[in-house]
């Protein structure tokens, strides 16, 4: 197989180890003679998966017995409707910062009152809104960590007086934080942390029950915790995929992933900010390290430059429909070499 540098936004790149230890289990699963997708979910060797792919979340993270994690179906899409259904009484707050907040905040709109309290609409999403106070009367206030279309992440995360909800699914696991500021953290694994077909959930239990509408019970998170993430079949394979990712992190640890982000992402804003024939979307101060955007001054050479690309063997640098212009995604098992080559070919165009 020749070497592809992969920038896709999601499904996205995964480490090499990984993607062997999936073939591996495709063929023979744990020493069963089964394959991994003909096993049964309640298999003791699956389940010893799954419960290793949950306390994994939790260790990295470093949290405690008060939060739990789950790994559910239906996308962070699905988490748009679960989080308000789950957690929405009155009224919530709600940061509106691309294409994807503005989608939790029309699914959460059905169930309550919804009060934006920061927008980037007005600039095309370019930068991260922080001037707003979060009062203690709401619900819970939600927030992209992350915004991948447009390429802004948020640096700091704001004093909340009351549950912070968080869509971490394009940058979940790329950097060290205090996770224990966070009550629900959701992101789907597509990006980051595995492949498609599971999402991840990890909640502070304290913050549940506590709304009085039904709640079907396959949508009710206490469903999930109370049967570890079996009330029905699993994305079985999305989940080992999954724990064979947290692995990979694990030993490298956080704080080393975070740096070696850092030096990719200093690496092509550089190369931007340091050639005339290009230019940032985003503001400086909100730049994000997952999701680089950027276009060429000159936009009739977009077609050439892609051409450039391809022949370097760079993948997946085109720009979000809705944006345009080129986005470099460069999750945690995207190389420095891979940036490197792209920075090469930008310097040569
Ligand atoms: C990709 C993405 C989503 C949507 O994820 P699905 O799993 O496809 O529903 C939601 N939020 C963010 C920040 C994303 O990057």
């Known amino acids: 197989m020749s070497k592809i540098h992969n920038f896709?936004?999601?499904?996205?790149?995964?480490?090499?180890?990984?993607?062997?230890?999936?073939?591996?289990?495709?063929?023979?699963?744990?020493g069963t003679n089964l394959s991994l997708i003909e096993v049964s979910h309640r298999s003791k060797e699956f389940v010893a998966v799954m419960d290793e792919a949950r306390s994994l979340v939790k260790k990295i993270m470093k949290l405690g017995d008060d939060y739990e994690v789950m790994y559910l179906q239906g996308g962070a899409s699905m988490q748009f409707v679960m989080t308000a259904m789950n957690l929405l009484e009155t009224k919530a707050a709600?940061?509106?910062?691309?294409?994807?907040?503005?989608n939790a905040i029309k699914e959460a709109q059905a169930f309550g009152k919804v009060d934006v309290l920061g927008s980037s609409e007005d600039k095309n999403f370019s930068y991260i809104p922080k001037d707003f106070v979060i009062s203690e009367d709401y619900d819970y206030f939600h927030c992209t960590s992350n915004n991948t279309i447009s390429g802004t992440q948020m640096q700091t995360f704001p004093v909340c007086p009351t549950s912070l909800v968080c869509d971490m699914s394009s940058d979940i696991f790329s950097r060290d934080l205090d996770f224990s500021q966070f009550d629900l953290i959701y992101a789907g694994a597509q990006k980051n942390m595995g492949p498609a077909g599971t999402t991840l959930v990890v909640v502070k239990k304290s913050i549940l029950g506590k709304v009085s509408r039904h709640i079907p019970t396959i949508l009710t998170y206490q469903t999930h915790i109370d049967k570890e993430s079996m009330f029905n079949t699993p994305s079985v394979f999305a989940v080992y995929g999954c724990l064979q990712t947290l692995k990979w992190i694990d030993k490298q640890g956080l704080s080393n992933i975070e740096k070696i982000n850092t030096d990719k992402a200093n690496l092509l804003y550089n190369a931007i900010d340091g050639n005339d024939s290009f230019e940032g979307t985003t503001a400086t101060e909100d730049r994000s390290k997952m999701n680089v955007t950027f276009v060429l001054k000159d936009d009739t050479?977009?077609?050439?430059?892609?051409?450039?690309?391809a022949e370097a063997k760079i993948n997946g640098i085109k720009g979000h429909r809705s944006v345009g212009g080129f986005r470099a995604s460069m999750y945690n098992a995207l190389g420095l070499e891979s940036v490197q080559a792209l920075v090469d070919v930008m310097n040569k165009f």
């Not at 709600?94 to 503005?102: D, L, N, P, V």
């Open 8 to 30: 896709s936004a999601g499904p996205a790149i995964l480490p090499q180890e990984v993607i062997q230890n999936c073939s591996d289990a495709i063929l023979n699963f744990a």
């Open 94 to 102: 709600y940061t509106k910062t691309g294409t994807w907040a503005k």
């Open 301 to 309: 050479k977009n077609a050439a430059f892609l051409d450039a690309c």
